[in-house]
């Protein structure tokens, strides 16, 4: 597997199951996809969610039927607490070319990471299914030790437009962009003082 990171806004997605796992599973993509959740019940925690629910009892349904449903579909998550049932949407994904994750079960082809998320950054982080614990532990710890990261990418670029305008050699820009990065004094101020952070980066790299 590669990883990718996808523009789904206007797609399909369909989540089969929707208990704890589908509720999360919506929960991931209903930012920006069009999510529907297929099931016989619905769990509370799909409530306030911008999601849309169709009730059927999945077990029941023929192949023809399931395939009904995939029709027009980008990707589907199978998240019933049945692996065989997981499985058996997983085959019939491959066959009508819509890329599918697994919850339980055989693997499918999409992996849905963990994500640490700013507004200005986006990281995934993914065990293969290995360790949930460790993809939670890397997401906590990047969320707590880089709090400010959002402020940095903010400071680097704001510089990174006033070097292009002083600096003509792109690798001098690239040493200075990346010791503001590494200079503790300005990660300090950008906690409090973002002035004070922007201030110190210009008079100590560019007016050096």
């Known amino acids: ?5 996808l523009d789904l806004t206007g797609r399909r997605v369909l989540i089969f199951g929707g208990g704890g796992v589908g509720a999360r599973k ?15 019940s619905f769990s509370p925690d799909l409530d306030g969610l911008t999601v849309r ?6 077990s029941d349904l023929s192949d023809e039927a399931l395939g009904f449903l995939l029709a027009g579909a980008f990707l589907a998550v199978a998240a019933t607490p049945d692996p065989s049932l997981n499985d ?33 950054y986006l990281v995934a982080i993914s065990t293969h299914g290995k360790s949930p614990a460790v993809s939670r532990y890397l997401r906590t710890r990047l969320e707590a030790d880089y709090a400010d990261l959002d402020k ?22 690239s040493r200075i962009l990346w010791k503001i990065l590494l200079d503790d004094e300005i990660r300090a101020a950008l906690a409090t003082d973002y002035g004070r952070a922007r201030a110190l ?8």
Request: glycine share 6%.
């Open 26 to 40: 919506a929960a991931f993509f209903e930012h920006e996809a069009e999510v529907t959740v297929i099931s016989r």
């Open 88 to 120: 058996r949407i997983g085959r019939l994904c491959a066959e009508a070319g819509v890329l599918f994750n697994n919850a339980a079960g055989e693997p499918g082809d999409v992996i849905i990471p963990s994500v640490v998320r700013g507004s200005r």
């Open 1 to 5: 597997m590669i990883p990718l990171m």
């Open 152 to 173: 940095m990418i903010e400071l680097q670029e704001e510089v990174r437009s006033m070097l292009r305008e002083t600096e003509p050699a792109q690798a001098q820009r």
């Open 201 to 208: 980066a210009i008079e100590r790299y560019l007016h050096a």
């Open 53 to 58: 629910r169709q009730e059927a009892d999945l």
